[in-house]
T-cell receptor, first 113, second 113 residues
Framework: IAGITQAPTSQILAAGRRMTLRCTQD?????MYWYRQDLGLGLRLIHY???????GKGEVPDGYSVSRANTDDFPLTLASAVPSQTSVYFC????????????FGPGTRLTVL | QKEVEQNSGPLSVPEGAIASLNCTYS??????FFWYRQYSGKSPELIMS????GDKEDGRFTAQLNKASQYVSLLIRDSQPSDSATYLC?????????????FGTGTQLKVEL
Protein backbone atom coordinates (compact mmCIF):
# COMPACT_ATOMS: atom_id res chain seq x y z
CA ILE A 1 0.00 0.00 0.00
CA ALA A 2 1.60 3.26 -1.11
CA GLY A 3 -0.68 5.61 0.85
CA ILE A 4 -0.46 9.00 -0.80
CA THR A 5 1.72 9.80 -3.75
CA GLN A 6 2.49 13.25 -5.10
CA ALA A 7 4.09 14.33 -8.34
CA PRO A 8 6.36 15.94 -9.19
CA THR A 9 8.76 15.78 -6.24
CA SER A 10 10.08 19.19 -7.13
CA GLN A 11 9.63 21.69 -9.91
CA ILE A 12 11.07 25.02 -11.01
CA LEU A 13 8.51 27.04 -12.91
CA ALA A 14 8.58 30.33 -14.75
CA ALA A 15 6.11 32.94 -13.56
CA GLY A 16 2.94 32.99 -15.61
CA ARG A 17 3.05 29.30 -16.48
CA ARG A 18 0.29 26.87 -15.65
CA MET A 19 1.12 23.96 -13.37
CA THR A 20 -0.80 20.99 -12.00
CA LEU A 21 0.38 19.17 -8.90
CA ARG A 22 -0.87 15.61 -8.75
CA CYS A 23 -2.05 13.70 -5.69
CA THR A 24 -3.31 10.13 -5.54
CA GLN A 25 -4.32 8.07 -2.52
CA ASP A 26 -5.06 4.35 -2.35
CA UNK A 27 -6.68 4.27 1.10
CA UNK A 28 -10.22 4.95 -0.19
CA UNK A 29 -10.42 7.99 2.06
CA UNK A 30 -13.40 10.26 1.59
CA UNK A 31 -11.65 13.55 2.33
CA MET A 32 -8.57 15.07 0.72
CA TYR A 33 -6.69 18.29 1.35
CA TRP A 34 -4.03 20.54 -0.10
CA TYR A 35 -1.71 22.52 2.17
CA ARG A 36 1.20 24.81 1.56
CA GLN A 37 4.01 25.11 4.08
CA ASP A 38 6.12 28.22 4.35
CA LEU A 39 8.83 29.04 6.88
CA GLY A 40 7.34 30.81 9.86
CA LEU A 41 3.77 30.37 8.64
CA GLY A 42 3.27 26.67 9.16
CA LEU A 43 0.82 24.54 7.23
CA ARG A 44 -2.04 26.45 5.63
CA LEU A 45 -5.04 24.85 3.99
CA ILE A 46 -5.54 25.79 0.33
CA HIS A 47 -8.52 23.66 -0.73
CA TYR A 48 -10.25 20.56 0.53
CA UNK A 49 -12.74 17.97 -0.63
CA UNK A 50 -15.02 16.13 1.78
CA UNK A 51 -16.03 13.58 -0.84
CA UNK A 52 -15.70 12.91 -4.55
CA UNK A 53 -17.51 15.58 -6.56
CA UNK A 54 -17.27 18.31 -3.93
CA UNK A 55 -14.58 20.86 -3.10
CA GLY A 56 -14.21 23.77 -0.69
CA LYS A 57 -11.94 26.71 -0.10
CA GLY A 58 -9.45 26.75 2.72
CA GLU A 59 -7.49 29.57 4.28
CA VAL A 60 -5.43 30.57 1.20
CA PRO A 61 -7.34 29.55 -1.98
CA ASP A 62 -6.54 32.50 -4.27
CA GLY A 63 -4.58 31.52 -7.38
CA TYR A 64 -5.33 27.81 -6.96
CA SER A 65 -8.05 25.50 -8.19
CA VAL A 66 -8.87 21.85 -7.51
CA SER A 67 -11.12 19.13 -8.81
CA ARG A 68 -12.26 15.80 -7.36
CA ALA A 69 -13.55 13.65 -10.18
CA ASN A 70 -13.05 10.41 -8.23
CA THR A 71 -12.11 9.17 -4.77
CA ASP A 72 -8.42 8.64 -5.43
CA ASP A 73 -7.23 11.79 -7.21
CA PHE A 74 -7.13 15.41 -6.11
CA PRO A 75 -5.05 17.60 -8.46
CA LEU A 76 -4.11 21.17 -7.59
CA THR A 77 -3.74 23.65 -10.45
CA LEU A 78 -1.93 26.97 -10.49
CA ALA A 79 -3.44 28.75 -13.49
CA SER A 80 -0.74 31.43 -13.76
CA ALA A 81 2.07 30.92 -11.26
CA VAL A 82 3.52 33.83 -9.29
CA PRO A 83 6.70 33.92 -7.18
CA SER A 84 4.65 34.08 -3.94
CA GLN A 85 3.45 30.57 -4.72
CA THR A 86 6.96 29.26 -4.12
CA SER A 87 6.40 26.78 -1.32
CA VAL A 88 6.26 23.14 -0.31
CA TYR A 89 2.87 21.65 -1.11
CA PHE A 90 1.45 18.71 0.83
CA CYS A 91 -1.55 16.64 -0.08
CA UNK A 92 -3.36 14.81 2.72
CA UNK A 93 -6.33 12.50 3.14
CA UNK A 94 -8.58 11.20 5.89
CA UNK A 95 -11.81 9.26 6.31
CA UNK A 96 -13.53 12.58 6.97
CA UNK A 97 -14.58 12.30 10.62
CA UNK A 98 -13.21 15.02 12.93
CA UNK A 99 -11.44 12.32 14.96
CA UNK A 100 -9.74 10.80 11.95
CA UNK A 101 -6.05 11.17 11.31
CA UNK A 102 -4.96 13.10 8.28
CA UNK A 103 -2.21 11.27 6.41
CA PHE A 104 0.23 13.32 4.39
CA GLY A 105 1.94 12.72 1.09
CA PRO A 106 5.69 13.31 0.64
CA GLY A 107 5.24 16.83 -0.68
CA THR A 108 6.12 18.82 -3.80
CA ARG A 109 8.72 21.56 -3.59
CA LEU A 110 7.73 24.28 -6.08
CA THR A 111 9.87 27.25 -7.02
CA VAL A 112 8.36 30.00 -9.16
CA LEU A 113 10.89 32.34 -10.73
CA GLN B 1 -4.95 36.15 17.83
CA LYS B 2 -3.91 33.06 15.91
CA GLU B 3 -6.30 30.13 16.11
CA VAL B 4 -3.54 27.76 17.19
CA GLU B 5 -0.40 29.06 18.86
CA GLN B 6 2.89 27.38 19.61
CA ASN B 7 6.27 28.64 20.73
CA SER B 8 8.54 28.29 17.70
CA GLY B 9 11.59 27.38 19.78
CA PRO B 10 14.07 25.93 19.36
CA LEU B 11 13.52 23.99 22.56
CA SER B 12 16.76 22.30 23.57
CA VAL B 13 16.79 19.43 26.05
CA PRO B 14 19.55 16.99 27.02
CA GLU B 15 19.26 13.35 26.06
CA GLY B 16 17.17 11.45 28.62
CA ALA B 17 15.28 14.52 29.82
CA ILE B 18 11.58 15.28 29.49
CA ALA B 19 10.61 17.59 26.65
CA SER B 20 7.43 19.61 27.15
CA LEU B 21 5.71 21.11 24.11
CA ASN B 22 2.75 23.44 24.50
CA CYS B 23 -0.11 24.64 22.36
CA THR B 24 -3.07 26.96 22.92
CA TYR B 25 -6.14 27.30 20.72
CA SER B 26 -8.89 29.87 20.37
CA UNK B 27 -12.04 27.89 19.44
CA UNK B 28 -13.75 26.72 22.64
CA UNK B 29 -15.85 24.26 20.66
CA UNK B 30 -12.90 22.28 19.32
CA UNK B 31 -13.13 18.58 20.07
CA UNK B 32 -10.17 16.93 18.35
CA PHE B 33 -6.50 17.63 18.89
CA PHE B 34 -3.46 16.16 17.22
CA TRP B 35 0.31 16.25 17.53
CA TYR B 36 2.34 15.68 14.38
CA ARG B 37 6.11 15.26 14.10
CA GLN B 38 7.93 16.60 11.06
CA TYR B 39 11.55 15.87 10.31
CA SER B 40 13.39 18.37 8.14
CA GLY B 41 12.48 17.89 4.49
CA LYS B 42 9.82 15.30 5.28
CA SER B 43 6.05 15.28 5.62
CA PRO B 44 4.18 15.47 8.93
CA GLU B 45 3.36 12.18 10.66
CA LEU B 46 0.87 11.67 13.49
CA ILE B 47 2.30 11.15 16.99
CA MET B 48 -0.78 11.43 19.21
CA SER B 49 -4.42 12.36 19.09
CA UNK B 50 -6.53 13.37 22.10
CA UNK B 51 -10.22 14.17 22.44
CA UNK B 52 -11.00 14.21 26.20
CA UNK B 53 -9.67 16.25 29.09
CA GLY B 54 -6.77 14.64 30.91
CA ASP B 55 -3.76 12.63 29.88
CA LYS B 56 -3.27 10.06 27.15
CA GLU B 57 -0.10 8.00 27.14
CA ASP B 58 1.53 6.08 24.29
CA GLY B 59 5.00 4.79 25.03
CA ARG B 60 7.31 7.72 25.76
CA PHE B 61 4.68 10.23 24.64
CA THR B 62 1.92 11.76 26.77
CA ALA B 63 -0.65 14.19 25.45
CA GLN B 64 -2.45 16.42 27.92
CA LEU B 65 -5.66 18.31 27.21
CA ASN B 66 -7.37 21.02 29.25
CA LYS B 67 -10.39 22.33 27.38
CA ALA B 68 -11.26 24.90 30.07
CA SER B 69 -7.87 26.52 29.60
CA GLN B 70 -7.83 25.80 25.84
CA TYR B 71 -4.46 24.16 26.23
CA VAL B 72 -2.94 20.98 24.85
CA SER B 73 0.58 19.72 25.49
CA LEU B 74 2.90 16.89 24.51
CA LEU B 75 5.43 15.40 26.88
CA ILE B 76 8.28 13.29 25.58
CA ARG B 77 9.99 11.23 28.26
CA ASP B 78 13.56 9.94 27.96
CA SER B 79 14.17 12.22 24.98
CA GLN B 80 16.40 10.77 22.28
CA PRO B 81 18.38 12.52 19.53
CA SER B 82 15.96 10.90 17.07
CA ASP B 83 13.19 12.99 18.65
CA SER B 84 14.82 16.12 17.23
CA ALA B 85 12.20 17.46 14.84
CA THR B 86 9.47 20.08 14.55
CA TYR B 87 6.28 19.23 16.41
CA LEU B 88 3.03 20.56 14.99
CA CYS B 89 -0.11 21.01 17.05
CA UNK B 90 -3.33 20.66 15.04
CA UNK B 91 -6.85 21.43 16.17
CA UNK B 92 -10.13 20.60 14.50
CA UNK B 93 -11.82 23.99 14.16
CA UNK B 94 -15.60 23.82 13.95
CA UNK B 95 -16.21 26.97 11.91
CA UNK B 96 -16.56 26.68 8.14
CA UNK B 97 -17.73 23.10 7.94
CA UNK B 98 -15.91 19.97 6.89
CA UNK B 99 -13.17 18.09 8.67
CA UNK B 100 -10.54 20.80 8.62
CA UNK B 101 -7.51 21.05 10.83
CA UNK B 102 -5.78 24.27 11.76
CA PHE B 103 -2.09 23.87 12.45
CA GLY B 104 0.20 25.83 14.69
CA THR B 105 3.50 26.98 13.23
CA GLY B 106 5.35 24.24 15.10
CA THR B 107 7.96 23.98 17.84
CA GLN B 108 11.45 22.88 16.90
CA LEU B 109 12.86 20.39 19.39
CA LYS B 110 16.57 19.68 19.66
CA VAL B 111 17.73 16.80 21.83
CA GLU B 112 21.39 17.22 22.65
CA LEU B 113 23.85 14.43 23.42
Amino acid sequence: IAGITQAPTSQILAAGRRMTLRCTQDMRHNAMYWYRQDLGLGLRLIHYSNTAGTTGKGEVPDGYSVSRANTDDFPLTLASAVPSQTSVYFCASSDGDPRDTQYFGPGTRLTVL
Amino acid sequence: QKEVEQNSGPLSVPEGAIASLNCTYSDRGSQSFFWYRQYSGKSPELIMSIYSNGDKEDGRFTAQLNKASQYVSLLIRDSQPSDSATYLCAVHILTGGGNKLTFGTGTQLKVEL
